[in-house]
């Protein structure tokens, strides 16, 4: 059986990986974008603090994966993938070329989710979804930090990833304002009461935080950058930083006919509507229109996949019990976290 696999993030390695243990009679190959190597994500929020971070949130060079019997096409998209003949088309630097299939995992993951008002500055902010996009960052700093001035940046989103992205540029040296449009911090995840903790703790790193602020859009000015408000511009800033949530990567799946919603829509059985295709990880919708964007029900996912498609269960995933946590540093929620 040769098992294709979409994605190199912690949903499609770990699955991978489980499957080379658990039937070493498979073939697998992993076709990723990506060229680094299989890093962890939620280290990216943390990148500002930390000097190694490019070397350390590389869990696993993309050589020993092949080494250990997966092959890995690097730097590649996949043009398309035609379910009559189970083959997939894919694009590299060496040209294109046509991978078979018995089974295969889309594992895509995320983009960072950019609102409508923000499309047409893209030029004039930056994400965080990445090692990419961190390794900009980290240059764009490098160069703010080389004139002996502070940095100053504007961060635009109080959930999850805008808060911990705050809290590590504050642990770095750095000055900010964070923007949220709504009236308390990480309402999706947190209580009221756990919400005003994470302000104070957020203000005690002297971040200024700018609640039921609706940013419109953004302006350059010189070389500082500006955030429209609804009845105001606040300027000044060595750049903006949009952390506005994540957007499932449903591209590949509808245009080959999978049924897709916010993610791609998988049923008990982790499949799509093609039963020779499964999805999992964050880009994976079940039918209670959940999405699992956390890292334990994500490996649980994999590791559950590898094991069915070996043979050793025939019943349904079911998501585990788990406690996601801000990585916001000196805060710590005291109530479980919503989900």
Request: glycine share 8%; aromatic share 8%; net charge negative.
């Amino acid at each position: 059986m040769h098992v294709v696999i979409i994605g190199s993030g912690i949903a499609g390695i770990t699955f991978a990986e489980e499957l080379r243990k658990l039937a070493p009679e498979c073939r697998i190959s992993v076709v990723t974008q990506e060229g680094h190597g299989y890093y962890s994500r939620p280290m990216l929020s943390h990148g500002f603090s930390r000097d190694d971070i490019e070397t350390k949130i590389i869990l696993k060079p993309f050589d020993a994966l092949h080494d250990a019997g997966i092959a890995i096409y690097r730097e590649t998209s996949v043009l398309t993938l035609n379910r009559d003949d189970k083959t997939i088309v894919c694009r590299n630097s060496s040209g294109e070329f046509t991978l078979n299939y018995d089974k295969a995992v889309l594992a895509p993951g995320s983009d960072a989710l950019i609102p409508p008002p923000f499309q047409a500055s893209r030029d004039l902010f930056f994400v965080v979804n990445s090692l990419d996009d961190l390794i900009e960052l980290r240059r764009h700093r490098e160069k703010i930090v080389e004139t002996s001035a502070k940095p100053l940046w504007a961060v635009i989103g109080g959930g999850l990833i805008g808060c911990e992205v705050a809290s590590d540029l504050a642990k770095a040296g750095d000055r900010m304002v964070l923007f949220h449009a709504l009236a308390r911090l990480m309402e999706r995840q947190l209580i009221e009461e756990d919400s005003a903790t994470l302000l104070q703790v957020l203000q005690g790193h002297g971040i200024e935080v700018r609640l039921n602020a609706s940013v419109q859009g953004f302006e350059k000015i010189g070389s500082l950058y500006a955030v429209k408000l609804q009845d105001e511009t606040a300027s000044g800033f060595h750049g903006v930083i949009v952390a506005c949530g994540f957007k499932p990567r449903t591209e590949l799946a509808r245009r080959i006919g999978l049924n897709a919603n916010r993610g791609i829509l998988v049923d008990e059985f982790l499949r799509t509507n093609d039963p020779d295709i499964h999805a999992i990880g964050d880009a994976a919708e079940f039918v209670d229109g959940r999405l699992y964007a956390y890292i334990m029900p994500i490996r649980h996912q994999a590791f559950w996949l590898a094991r069915f498609l070996a043979g050793q269960t025939n019943e349904p995933w079911q998501p585990p019990d788990f406690k996601p946590r801000a990585k916001v540093h000196g805060f710590n929620a005291v109530h479980p976290y919503i989900f």
